[in-house]
């Protein structure tokens, strides 16, 4: 199954998909840190920083979509 991941943090949700045999299609994360390490994991996986500048249109197709909520910026 193909997965988007929203709010992905660090990626430890994305990891847990791919071991369950999922591919991560598209990941979004505004925090610089955690940009850097999904990039360290996932280098060839498109990102977007800020969900507010994500059009759906732009996104891979994908099967589940996820969310690692609640952003905690802007608090």
């Known amino acids: ?3 988007g ?3 992905s ?4 949700g994305d990891l847990g998909f791919m071991m369950a045999g999922c591919e991560i299609v ?3 994360e505004i925090d610089d ?3 850097k390490v999904l990039n360290l994991r996932w ?8 969900i507010r500048n994500v059009k759906g249109k732009e996104l891979p197709q994908c099967d589940i979509i996820t969310g690692g ?3 905690q910026v802007g608090k």
């Open 1 to 3: 199954m193909r997965v």
């Open 5 to 7: 991941s929203l709010f």
């Open 9 to 12: 943090g660090g990626g430890l």
């Open 26 to 28: 598209f990941q979004c």
């Open 33 to 35: 840190y955690c940009q």
């Open 43 to 50: 280098p060839d996986v498109p990102k977007w920083k800020d």
């Open 69 to 71: 909520f609640p952003c």
